[in-house]
């Protein structure tokens, strides 16, 4: 799966962090893109978050399921919304073997975006959508699993990030990931094959 991706990763740019306590010191976007590319370093991991109903939620609770989840923020201008859509729309083209695959939206905003709000903002694209939040500790734990880059540019609303889209499988392990503005289509060439598969 990671070799067709692996050219469109050039549409995305991201940064990896690691987690001291102090001035971390974040890879470049080139040395995040190799290690997604390819599979340097493992993806993914344990997190302790919340959902959209007040709901502890870890990794673990996903488990027997393919899992696609993306890290964004609700006041998004373009890029996330854009993305679920097209999860939306596969989960959709998919019928009934979409409920083999459970979509989770990782918000980097946690300040912000409450359950309250994500209660609002999930369901306006797919019914099964889980929003999660928690501290900004917990976040970030959860981002540099994922390698995932953010930050918010001081006096700005707005919070520069990568959108990768990951594919986990039913163990939690990664599979892959789609590059920002895959379509629903690209990502059903890939889901399929792991459908049923047990």
């Given at each position: ?21 102090e001035a971390p010191a ?173």
């Open positions: 799966m990671r070799r067709p991706l692996a050219a469109a990763l050039l549409l995305g740019s991201a940064a990896l962090g690691s987690a001291r306590a974040r890879r470049s976007a080139a040395e995040l893109m190799d290690v997604l590319m390819w599979n340097r370093e493992p993806v993914g991991g344990p997190f302790a978050l919340i959902d959209q109903d007040g709901r502890p939620r870890t990794d673990a609770d996903f488990r027997g399921r393919l899992v696609i989840l993306t890290f964004g923020y609700t006041a998004c201008p373009d890029v996330c919304p854009t993305d679920l859509m097209e999860i939306s729309r596969a989960l959709t083209l998919l019928g009934k073997a979409g409920e083999e695959i459970q979509p989770v939206f990782v918000t980097l905003d946690p300040a912000r975006d409450t359950p309250a709000l994500l209660a609002e903002f999930v369901p306006s694209f797919h019914p099964r959508l889980i929003g999660l939040t928690g501290s900004e500790a917990a976040i970030r734990q959860a981002a540099d699993a994922y390698k995932v880059f953010y930050r918010r540019e001081d006096g700005q609303d707005t919070i520069e990030h990568s959108a990768f889209v990951y594919l986990m499988d039913r163990s939690g392990a990664y599979l892959g990931f789609f590059p920002p503005g895959t379509s629903a289509e690209r990502m059903l060439t890939i889901i399929r094959p792991h459908l049923g598969a047990r």
